[in-house]
Structure formats: C-alpha cells, structure tokens
C-alpha cells in the first residue's frame, strides 16, 4: 500500500526557518513527481509546491516562492520542505501528495499524507 | 495565475438527492481538471481527474464533465458517506490552483 508520511511540524517563530520531511513507501518513489499541499485551519487548499521525478522541473505557488525549497532524495524515498522567513500565514496542516505521473506538467494528486502542522507564532 | 471559482460554496441536500457542484477556470484548461473529496479531519481523496476519469475505487455515482473553462461534478444520488467538502483542482499550468470548495451539508 502506498504510505506518505510527514514530519518535521510545529511552532516556530516568526522570521525561522522549518524543514518538512515526507517519508515515501509502496510504491517505486523515483518514478512520480511529488508535490506539498497546505491547509489552514478551517480553510481551502493551497498547492506549495512540486518536483519532477528527476528534480528537473520545479515549481512553487506566489506566496512562497523565494522563501521555500523543495527537493527529494529518490535513494532514501523521501521528499522535504524547507521554509525560512516563515510568517503567520505559513500556519496550515502540510500534506506530502504524489503525483499519478512523474513529470510536472499535469499535476493530478492520487496519494495524500495525513499532513504535519506549522504553527507560526512568537 | 489560473483562478478557479467553485459554486456553490455550500449545499444542503438529502440522501438520494442529485448534487451538482461547478467549477469555473479564468482562462481555458483543455480537460485537465481534478475533483477531490476531504472529510473533516482528514486528507483530500482523488475522485476525478482529466475533467471526466473516475479515479480507481471512487464509486460510479460520482461523475465529472466539462472542458475548456467549464467543468462540473455531479453525485447522482448522494449517500451519507458523500457529506464533505469537494475541491476542484486546475492542472493545465503552474502554479496550482485549488477551487475555493463547496461543503455538501445534511439536509
């Protein structure tokens, strides 16, 4: 069965940095596009951001690009998030979803982690 | 950006009922749309992508149609594990964009 698992949540203060980890399993990880999903409490969903298979192709949504990093290791079937600069809009469940291809140009999301939570605040 | 403009916002309905949920893109997206299905507490569910596929093990009440910038999800009769929130998903161009979401409620 195919498990995301995300860790790496909690409070920071405002202005630190956090690195989100998604560990991956049941499935050949190196073969799909990954992406990071985020949900404040009580609200909508906001795609994060996203990488290809190969980590050739990138993206992220306006209101982090510039302060958030994703990346993989297909060796240890993982994917992360690293923020910096984190402010209290940053506060939201962050889910770990894969993609159904491996490239980034048609994002369709079959698998979603439970999600972490960061909590941005002094 | 692709704007995606869902509507209803929320929708009161009754076993059995059939529920309609649209989704408008601000510029064309061919087919390449998705529906998700969230439950409070949980992650979203993959029901529908390129506008029309029925995501493997979603129920055949759920139904998707549209294209270009048009788009809707149709439940033909709503059962009490259908009570949720629906997103709708653009996947033509980054960024991502999510739909606002429509709540369907017990009536």
């Known amino acids: 069965d195919v498990q995301l698992v995300e860790s790496g949540g909690g409070l920071v203060q405002p202005g630190r940095s956090l690195r989100l980890s998604c560990a991956a399993s049941g499935f050949t990880f190196d073969d799909y596009a990954m992406h990071w999903v985020r949900q404040a409490p009580g609200k909508g969903l906001e795609w994060v951001s996203g990488i290809s298979w190969n980590s050739a192709g990138i993206g992220y949504g306006d209101s982090v690009k510039g302060r958030f990093t994703i990346s993989r290791d297909n060796a240890k079937n993982s994917l992360y998030l690293q923020m910096s600069s984190l402010r209290a809009e940053d506060t939201a469940f962050y889910y770990c979803a894969k993609d159904i291809t491996g490239d980034t140009d048609m994002v369709t999301l079959d698998y979603w982690g439970q999600g972490t939570l960061v909590t941005v605040s002094s | 950006d692709i704007q995606m403009t869902q509507s209803p916002t929320s929708v009161s309905a009754s076993v059995g009922d059939r529920v309609t949920i649209t989704c408008r893109a601000s510029?064309?997206?061919?087919?390449?749309l998705a529906w998700y299905q969230q439950k409070p507490g949980k992650a979203p569910k993959l029901l529908i992508y390129?506008?029309?596929r029925l995501q493997r093990g979603v129920p055949s009440r759920f139904s998707g149609s549209g294209s270009g910038t048009d788009f809707t999800l149709t439940i033909s009769s709503l059962q009490p594990e259908d009570f949720a929130s629906y997103y709708c998903?653009?996947?033509?161009?980054?960024?991502?964009?999510f739909g606002g979401g429509t709540k369907v409620e017990i009536k």
């Open positions: 390129a506008a029309s």
């Open positions: 510029q064309a997206i061919s087919s390449w």
């Open positions: 998903q653009q996947a033509r161009s980054f960024p991502v964009t």
